[in-house]
């Protein structure tokens, strides 16, 4: 047996008879354009919210309000932005994405990096442009952890290894870097009439690496403050031009 849908009934003003939807409106043809008015707007209104309700329903983001502190309604008001941004299919901003990991690599090391370029600058450029290559040959002949290693190697390996998700412009920096390190190293003991040259391509190539990193550190900075990662000077291709002095190369490793 079907069920019959109830009738949508109204009482005409100053009648005791019941009267259908559609009777009343020929009765009543003001009140009917005022229905047909919040019909439009209602339909209107499902015809933008319908749509979002897959993304929410499909995305499988819902809204993490356990990290609010007590008392305190700012947690709340963020994590549902940030479910409803990803929701849309909006990107965050990269700080947003930066686990703890990466965020205590990038403030241990990146007065490392500065301290490097530095370096690079101030001592091992003059060396090679001097044939200095006992200085030069120092980098890497150290009992232990070599020069190289301690001073290059290891601020940016340790800011790149395993987070290159969350740092997709420096992926293989490391391994770009020590393959640098150690063709310099190889050209230091050569007898090769291009020596110099080598060693100074070399030197360009380490030198951009870094710079790479130290770009990467400073765009964070600028998106997050907050973070208190110092500004970093890259290396500019004129080496003149660089606008750190040897003083403060000095003051740096005082600090060290």
């Avoid at 209107?44 to 983001?61: C, D, E, K, M, N």
């Avoid at 450029?125 to 020069?147: A, D, M, N, Y």
């Avoid at 600028?222 to 080496?239: A, F, H, T, Y």
């Amino acid at each position: 047996l079907k069920r019959s849908r109830p009738t949508v009934a109204f009482r005409a003003p100053g009648s005791a008879s019941r009267m259908s939807l559609f009777a009343h409106c020929q009765a009543s043809p003001r009140r009917a354009r005022g229905l047909l008015s919040l019909a439009v707007l209602a339909l209107g209104l499902a015809g933008v919210l319908v749509p979002l309700v897959p993304a929410f329903l499909g995305s499988g983001v819902r809204p993490q309000l356990a990290d609010s502190a007590p008392g305190s309604s700012e947690a709340p008001r963020r994590s549902l932005l940030l479910a409803g941004i990803a929701a849309a299919g909006g990107s965050l901003p990269a700080h947003a994405e930066l686990s703890p990991p990466v965020e205590r690599a990038l403030k241990r090391y990146a007065p490392e990096l500065q301290r490097a370029a530095d370096e690079l600058v101030f001592d091992i450029r003059p060396w090679i442009e001097k044939s200095e290559w006992q200085k030069v040959s120092s980098l890497f002949t150290q009992k232990g952890s070599s020069k190289a290693n301690t001073d290059f190697f290891t601020p940016v390996n340790a800011i790149v290894d395993g987070n290159e998700e969350e740092l997709p412009s420096l992926k293989d920096a490391d391994v770009d870097l020590d393959a640098q390190l150690r063709y310099l190293n190889s050209q230091v003991g050569s007898g090769s009439d291009n020596k110099q040259a080598n060693s100074i391509k070399a030197w360009e190539n380490i030198a951009s690496v870094l710079n790479r990193v130290m770009l990467t550190s400073n765009k964070i900075r600028s998106e997050d403050p907050s973070l208190g990662l110092p500004e970093l000077v890259p290396i500019p291709k004129d080496v003149e031009a660089y606008p750190r002095s040897a003083d403060d190369y000095a003051a740096s490793m005082g600090r060290r």
